[in-house]
């Protein structure tokens, strides 16, 4: 099992030529040749008979398709105006990202955004999910149903996204405080 320590953000950093998308795609012809190199550096061991992708193969094409899309920018202005092109329609920036990276869910998406500082894509977790489900507040547990709940409520608080996402992580935190602390919530909610 790979354990994350400094010496391996270093070696990350070493594999990724320091996260740079165009030296990845110079070094790495396929997400093949980049999974070598990951095994090679980080002894990761698992059953080549296995039909199905182990998660680091699976990472291993997430990375070589993010640096293809992300390769195609000049720089963040660049990302900046490309994705300038898609505020009329606040779903569509974190779909295209979604269909465009292997790997990349709407979620995940939404959520790469936020860490980039676009207030304006929440990340509707399956945790979220389910609140806004239970209390009512979503109609079923949909990516797009829940995101689209969380602008509404956002808006209706003259809030961005983002704001009441971390407002709402943190009643989440207290929910999860008091069902483990005290073994019940004042409130029934499955999560």
């Given amino acids: 099992m790979l354990i994350l320590s400094l010496e391996n953000e270093n070696q990350f950093s070493k594999i990724l030529y320091e996260f740079s998308p165009k030296?990845?795609?110079k070094n790495y012809a396929t997400s093949d040749v980049f999974y070598t190199e990951f095994k090679n550096n980080f002894n990761v061991n698992f059953n080549e008979n296995n039909q199905r992708k182990n998660l680091w193969e699976q990472y291993s094409e997430f990375i070589i398709s993010a640096s293809t899309f992300l390769s195609d920018f000049a720089d963040e202005k660049e990302f900046e105006s490309?994705?300038?092109?898609?505020?009329?329609?606040s779903v569509a920036?974190?779909?295209f990202l979604a269909k465009k990276i292997k790997g990349f869910g709407f979620a995940?998406?939404?959520?790469c955004l936020k860490e980039l500082e676009?207030?304006?894509?929440?990340?509707?977790?399956?945790?979220?999910?389910?609140?806004f489900f239970q209390l009512g507040l979503s109609q079923n547990t949909n990516d797009y149903e829940v995101y689209n709940a969380i602008i509404e409520m956002a808006?209706?608080?003259?809030?961005?996204?983002?704001?009441?996402?971390?407002?709402?992580?943190?009643?989440?935190?207290?929910?999860?405080?008091?069902?483990?602390?005290f073994g019940a919530l004042p409130v029934k909610l499955n999560i």
Avoid: G, M, W
Avoid at 108 to 111: F, G, R, T, V
């Fill in 93 to 95: 920036l974190p779909k």
């Fill in 23 to 25: 030296e990845i795609l």
């Fill in 118 to 131: 676009y207030s304006e894509y929440p990340k509707p977790d399956k945790h979220l999910q389910k609140i």
């Fill in 108 to 111: 995940l998406a939404c959520d």
């Fill in 155 to 181: 808006n209706s608080v003259n809030q961005t996204p983002c704001c009441l996402l971390f407002v709402l992580n943190r009643v989440k935190s207290c929910v999860h405080y008091f069902y483990f602390s």
């Fill in 82 to 89: 490309f994705s300038s092109q898609f505020k009329n329609n």
